[in-house]
């Protein structure tokens, strides 16, 4: 192990980190910075770890390819975990894990390290993402491994060692944040029966301060993937972070809900993901003309998978190639415009177009006839019937 690449955010866990992996392995440590969408000063962050000791700073700017690779698959996928979560951090870690398993190689590191805790999902996603893109990588993971047990170690062990502890105000829960989401964990939110405080969410404006105006917004698709926004062309990350904008101001995109982590522990998570929930709203709403109905029945079914499998790290395993090859599949025909209105937390889905759509008007309006004998619905009933009548001569209902 000639060196080691380590996943950092300037944050207490991983300057400590820094420190303590120089001090156990004597090897230059590189400081691996992500950025994902977060509101952070990476030049402050760069120059933080070279004061903490980094050999050297990569700060990567992942934002396109997070978005246009991870977030839009999602979006195609309409992945939802457990019918609420939006997976703004699952998708999230495998594209900074590729982003730390590509600097490893280019400057011949041996491993790479990270922070997260034993107890949590990201140490999964982040090792089987360098499992299955770098298997001769090793993989230090300093929180199940060293003697400290919380945070005043890590203080005690910062101030030993001259290690700066960030001044900003403590807050009591846990925050991640990126161009999807910001998300909420631990501390106070721990009591599922504790509402969360109004001053905890940095995004979204609460239903009783949005305006009492509407406002709709346009987003064109093209083959699945957002293309613009009220008529005007856009990169996906330009596109989802407008739609923050517009989501956060009329308070769409809050979700609380108790979650069921890889490992087993059952976890109380808070999330603000506005422009992802919009562009949901909207992607469903297009399919909803443009899909058959047994292909978009097939892959409602296929929904929960991949999102588990999203959730779980699996993101390079080889059942995901062959989901997301499916979805992308089902999308080549999901091209038109949706029309949404935003109030007060809410997206009403007001209009949709396409020039792919299988919706026609003439054979679903009650003004005209059907474009086959009506005498077919009747043997259409029967047969379908058949089944159902044969179970009530041997087990009557009534």
């Known amino acids: 192990m000639n060196s080691i690449v380590l996943a950092y955010s300037g944050g ?6 820094l420190t303590w992996l120089e001090e156990t392995y004597q090897v230059p440590v590189i400081a691996y910075v ?8 990476f030049e402050a962050i760069r120059e933080k770890a070279y004061r903490t000791g980094a050999a050297d700073v990569i700060v990567d700017d992942l934002r396109d390819a997070f978005v246009e690779t991870y977030v839009v698959a999602a979006i195609k996928a309409n992945a939802v975990y457990e019918g609420s979560y939006l997976l703004g951090t699952s998708l999230a870690r495998p594209v900074i ?7 490893a190689r280019s400057v011949g590191a041996g491993a790479i390290a990270h922070g997260a805790t034993g107890k949590g999902n990201d140490q999964v996603r982040f090792e089987l993402t360098v499992k299955a893109l770098a298997p001769d990588l090793a993989v230090i993971a300093p929180w199940r491994t060293w003697s400290f047990v919380g945070r005043s170690d890590l203080l005690e ?26 998300s909420y964990e631990g501390g106070i939110l ?29 987003i064109t698709f093209e083959q699945g993937a957002p293309v613009a926004l009220d008529g005007v062309a856009m990169k996906p990350a330009e596109l989802l972070a407008a739609l923050n904008e517009a989501g956060s101001r009329h308070g769409v995109g809050r979700v609380d809900i108790v979650e069921n982590r890889f490992i087993g522990i059952k976890s109380r998570g808070v999330y603000e993901t506005p422009g992802a929930t919009i562009l949901l709203a909207a ?59 935003l109030f007060k937390g809410g ?52």
């Open 347 to 398: 997206i009403t889905v007001t209009g949709r177009k396409s020039p792919n759509s299988l919706y026609n008007a003439e054979q679903s309006s009650f003004e005209t006839r059907m474009s086959i004998d009506p005498s077919d619905s009747g043997g259409f009933i029967n047969v379908n019937g058949l089944r159902l009548s044969t179970w009530s001569a041997v087990w009557p209902r009534l």
């Open 157 to 182: 062990y910062a101030a030993k060692h001259g290690i700066e502890v960030p001044v900003t105000a403590e807050k009591p829960y846990s925050m991640d944040a990126n161009l999807m989401h910001i």
């Open 97 to 103: 894990a590729e982003g730390l398993v590509k600097a």
């Open 34 to 41: 992500g950025n994902v969408g977060q509101d952070e000063d």
């Open 283 to 341: 992607h469903r709403a297009i399919e909803s003309i443009t899909l058959d109905r047994e292909v978009a029945h097939f892959k409602d079914s296929l929904v929960p998978r991949f999102a588990e499998l999203v959730y779980n790290g699996f993101w390079f395993a080889p059942e995901m190639d062959v989901l997301r090859s499916m979805v992308e599949t089902t999308q080549t025909c999901v091209t038109g415009t949706v029309r949404l209105r």
């Open 190 to 218: 721990e009591d599922p029966w504790a509402e969360p405080p109004e001053d905890m969410f940095l995004w979204t404006s609460s239903v009783h301060d949005a305006p009492d105006e509407s406002e709709s917004v346009e």
């Open 12 to 17: 207490l866990d991983t300057s400590v980190i």
